[in-house]
């Protein structure tokens, strides 16, 4: 069963910058989509960004044009990176990836923005 981590997360001040990373324990070409979710303390689970196969990205208004999605293929990893963070964003960060109709998840990372 494929598998995946996420790591890269931490504490930052506001304004600053981090990257997410998720690795997948088999070739990402499997997943028809990759996304990114985060979970802040009290609240619901939210969609921040998500790419397709084909490349193809999207975002949560909150973030567009402080986030960026991407993967590499040769790695097998999904990254996300932050940028001009804000308390807001503090949150466990999750990857999640689609296959054979099952959506797998993995552990989540700890994102803590400082004021």
């Known amino acids: 069963q494929a598998q995946l981590a996420e790591s890269g997360g931490g504490l930052v001040p506001a304004g600053g910058s981090l990257r997410l990373s998720c690795a997948s324990s088999?070739?990402?070409?499997?997943?028809?989509?990759m996304a990114w979710y985060r979970q802040a303390a009290g609240k619901q689970r939210e969609l921040v960004a998500s790419?397709?196969?084909?490349?193809?990205?999207d975002y949560r208004d909150s973030v567009k044009g402080r986030f960026i999605v991407s993967t590499d293929r040769s790695k097998n990893t999904m990254y996300l990176q932050m940028g001009s963070l804000e308390p807001d964003d503090t949150a466990v960060y999750y990857c999640?990836?689609?296959?054979?109709?099952?959506?797998?998840w993995g552990q989540g990372t700890q994102v803590t923005v400082s004021s």
């Open positions: 999640s990836a689609g296959i054979g109709g099952v959506q797998i």
């Open positions: 088999r070739s990402i070409l499997s997943y028809k989509k």
């Open positions: 790419i397709t196969a084909g490349g193809v990205t």
